[in-house]
């Protein structure tokens, strides 16, 4: 999420000064290299995690193998990644919830910052608000004016306390001024269970899986939350044309390394993921899941982090919320 540099901006710098990069001369990998996912198998950290893996062992010639690590928001994978051995054969793939983590969990045991060294960003999914279909509002206006007049009237759902999915939500109550009552579940699929059957009445969540019931006509769609309107949906506009230029919410997955990875294996993992996110058949698994695939140098990938670290940040603080 940025409120003063969008994700677009970063990506369109990328794409017009990025020099053509070469394959440092390193032997790595000479044995299997472990991608340690924080998540379950199946969701789309996971997938995203499995695709790069395989290419990367296709491409390198060595097993990279995905292990999950669930717990925790995704710490415990976290924190193993950045107590490891900062020699190349131990990755993360890291997600949107990790930049969040850094401040909702007060006893966190690693920081972002000054554990890990940035790779590549991989891929971004953009976010929806959607309603479930029987709601009086077919508009981010006509909803605002609904949750102001009755401020106990709006109930949303989530995929668990302290997630992207539920922090969106804050993000929107602070910067629309309402009031909605939050009911976590555990996973995004009980949260979508919840608002199609009207036990709740919005929910804001990763297009992919919004996408489907929109289609469908079991649920309205209000806004997406990027800068730019999304290609499934063209004519549903943004939070921000709705009169909310603070909100760019975009859930992201990238690759990062323990601190003090040599910066000769970085660069080799950096310029095979970039030739592996121009193939034709990874583009067509990455559109599958609704996934735009990523540009970015590990400058500017350790830039976006740093800067949604401290959005994230912002709305954590700004909403007294912790789930410690």
């Known amino acids: 999420m940025f409120k003063k540099a969008a994700l677009c901006g970063f990506l369109g710098a990328a794409l017009s000064v990025a020099p053509a990069v070469t394959l440092a001369d390193t032997s790595y990998p000479e044995r ?40 925790a928001g995704s710490n415990i994978a976290s924190e193993q990644a950045a107590r490891a051995k900062a020699d190349g054969y131990t990755l993360l793939m890291m997600a949107i919830t990790s930049t969040i983590n850094q401040t909702l969990y007060k006893n966190i045991r690693f920081n972002i910052k000054e554990d890990f060294t940035p790779v590549a960003l991989v891929a971004t ?32 759902s989530s995929s668990g306390s302290g997630t992207s999915i539920h922090l969106s939500g804050e993000l929107f109550k602070q910067e629309a001024d309402v009031e909605m009552l939050h009911i976590p579940y555990q996973g995004s699929g009980p949260a979508m269970t919840a608002l199609l059957g009207g036990d709740v009445h ?32 063209p004519d549903v506009p943004t939070l921000q044309e709705s009169g909310y230029p603070n909100i760019n919410v975009t859930s992201w997955f990238g690759l990062v390394a323990p601190k003090g990875t040599p910066p000769e294996i970085i660069e080799k993992l950096h310029a095979t993921v970039d030739e592996i996110l121009q193939k034709p058949e990874v583009l067509e698994q990455l559109d599958g899941l609704g996934a735009i695939p990523s540009k970015l140098s590990t400058a500017e990938f350790g830039e976006f982090i740093d800067a949604e670290t401290a959005s994230w940040g912002e709305v954590i603080n700004r909403g007294g919320i912790s789930v410690d």
């Open 32 to 71: 299997q290299v472990r991608v340690l996912v924080g998540f379950s198998p199946g969701g789309t950290t996971d997938v995203l995690a499995r695709i790069v893996a395989n290419e990367l062992s296709k491409s390198l010639d060595e097993t990279f193998i995905v292990e999950n690590r669930p717990g």
């Open 125 to 156: 999914v953009p976010n929806i608000l959607v309603a479930n279909k029987n709601t009086p509002y077919n508009t981010v206006e006509e909803f605002v004016a609904f949750a102001k007049a009755d401020p106990d009237a709006v109930v949303y």
């Open 202 to 233: 919005v929910m804001f969540d990763n297009m992919p899986s919004a996408a489907p019931h929109v289609a469908a006509g079991n649920l309205k769609a209000l806004a997406v939350t990027t800068a730019e309107r999304s290609e499934t949906f």
